[in-house]
């Protein structure tokens, strides 16, 4: 008996970054609903979507495979869109990086005892970076004529025998101060972006499963600097406590079998916490809960 073989489902072929943004990708991903795994020397990581197969491609590649169809979309930092001159999509941006939700920036950096000061006296001079194309193109327009070389890791220990300056990555700042180097100016920040090809964007299933994938990463990416609260309040404090609340939106107010108190619940940044509660605490709530976020979907 003939066996009859079921038709596939669509798949959406994406890339994960590769290297220093693969652990907090996949943390994301995770907030966002989706579990991602891959073992320590494996490219192929498993996803717990079957309309999801995903492939590990170093950030700075990933623009240029999505751009020829080998991927339908991918996550990496705009710099690499950029360096690539990738002709893309960008879905959205996505603000988280390898230690904080900040932008990175590209610098550029000189040895602490150096006498440039400027972009200007860097002309003629050697500079080291993996950011070549967009370098070049970034002097050439402030009319900085100098010799931009690939550099293939290890940047900031070039400078001063092996480059007189570098144009290097950095989010913190740290790398470069213990390397006795200091930044003459900012050439580019940049964010995480979600990118697809332009054909993968103009097929209903992938444009609305890359739409979802967006919106549940942002809402996860703001879930991360809030936390939500709830509380008791008597309603005669209710407006004392009201006034004490800042809120993402407006608190949402419920009430209880005692009808002398109601239920007040209410998003807001973590870093206010420590606080607030005591805050409240004096402004006569009590049973005050505080509680993790996944999403927050605005």
């Not at 602490?112 to 970034?138: C, F, H, M, W």
């Amino acid at each position: 008996m003939k066996k009859i073989s079921k038709p596939s489902l669509p798949q959406l072929k994406f890339g994960f970054p590769k290297g220093s943004l693969q652990d907090s990708t996949f943390r994301l991903f995770k907030k966002a609903g989706y579990n991602v795994s891959v073992g320590s020397r494996a490219y192929v990581p498993s996803v717990d979507d079957p309309e999801i197969s995903g492939l590990l491609i170093r950030s700075q590649e990933m623009a240029r495979y999505v751009e020829d169809e080998v991927l339908d979309a991918g996550i990496c930092g705009r710099d690499w869109v950029l360096e690539n001159n990738s002709d893309v999509v960008e879905v959205c941006e996505l603000k988280y990086s390898k230690q904080t939700n900040n932008p990175i920036r590209w610098v550029v950096a000189v040895p602490n005892d150096s006498p440039i000061q400027t972009l200007k006296q860097l002309k003629g001079k050697r500079i080291a970076t993996e950011l070549v194309g967009y370098t070049q193109r970034y002097l050439k327009k402030n009319g900085v004529k100098a010799e931009v070389e690939f550099s293939w890791g290890a940047t900031e220990v070039k400078p001063p025998v092996l480059a007189d300056a570098i144009v290097e990555l950095t989010e913190t700042g740290s790398s470069l101060k213990a390397n006795n180097l200091r930044i003459i100016a900012t050439i580019l920040e940049s964010v995480s972006v979600l990118i697809a090809n332009k054909a993968a964007y103009k097929n209903p299933f992938k444009r609305q499963k890359l739409e979802n994938i967006a919106i549940l990463l942002q809402g996860a990416i703001i879930a991360e600097e809030k936390v939500g609260l709830k509380m008791n309040v008597p309603k005669q404090k209710l407006k004392t406590v009201l006034t004490t609340l800042p809120a993402l939106n407006a608190p949402t107010i419920s009430h209880l079998s005692n009808e002398d108190w109601v239920s007040v619940e209410v998003i807001l940044d973590e870093r206010i916490v420590r606080d607030i509660i005591p805050a409240l605490k004096r402004a006569g709530a009590s049973g005050i809960v505080e509680y993790p976020l996944n999403k927050v979907i605005p």
